[in-house]
């Protein structure tokens, strides 16, 4: 038998839709092939290397923690704490060190906290930055979390024990966010 075909006449909307379809299908498949030849050249784009390295769940508890430490404590914490801020300001290096290199660290957006809670954790962040250093063998994660027990446990010692653990919560998010650039130990980097 023959073949029969039925020829089913089709409008300019719908040959417009199908040009444009392909435009977009053809821009995306070349944008794959030219980010594959970057890749395979061992060029990153411009966004992936402000970023790499970057671990975005740490970056969103970080976020988190701060919209929980405005909830208990909003005079706390000022700027801009979205994140996209906060991956902005981590890409660039992260954490702002306040009075001595071995002190502690927190983001920019406690600021005017950080001169009280500074103070505070001293020791534990001195202790931290031990447990970061070159002569130790403690794992980057084993370290923070020794970090904010300590943490919990200066406030466990406190009448403000809710705006402490508050911030104790934000100090290790922050750490978690951009602590990889400074670990030196001989553990993992995790």
């Not at 075909?5 to 379809?21: C, D, Q």
């Not at 671990?55 to 706390?76: F, N, R, T």
């Not at 402490?164 to 980097?189: H, S």
């Amino acid at each position: 038998g023959k073949l029969a075909m039925k020829y089913t006449p089709v409008t300019w909307k719908e040959v417009s839709r199908m040009g444009t379809a392909i435009r977009a299908a053809t821009l995306v498949v070349s944008g794959l092939c030219i980010l594959s030849m970057m890749v395979g050249m061992g060029a990153t784009p411009s966004s992936a290397a402000e970023t790499r390295g970057l671990d975005q769940v740490a970056i969103e508890d970080l976020h988190l923690a701060l919209e929980d430490l405005k909830k208990v404590d909003p005079d706390s914490v000022e700027g801009d704490v979205s994140e996209e801020a906060l991956t902005e300001e981590y890409s660039r290096g992260g954490l702002v060190t306040f009075g001595k290199p071995n002190g502690c660290s927190t983001p920019k957006s406690l600021k005017k906290a950080a001169k009280k809670w500074n103070k505070v954790f001293k020791s534990v962040c001195n202790s931290h930055d031990k447990c970061y250093s070159k002569n130790s063998t403690k794992d980057r994660k084993t370290c923070d979390k020794d970090f904010r027990s300590s943490m919990y446990n200066v406030c466990g010692f406190r009448k403000d024990i809710k705006t402490c653990k508050a911030i104790a919560n934000v100090y290790y998010a922050g750490v978690r966010a951009g602590g990889w650039r400074t670990y030196e130990a001989k553990g993992k980097n995790n």
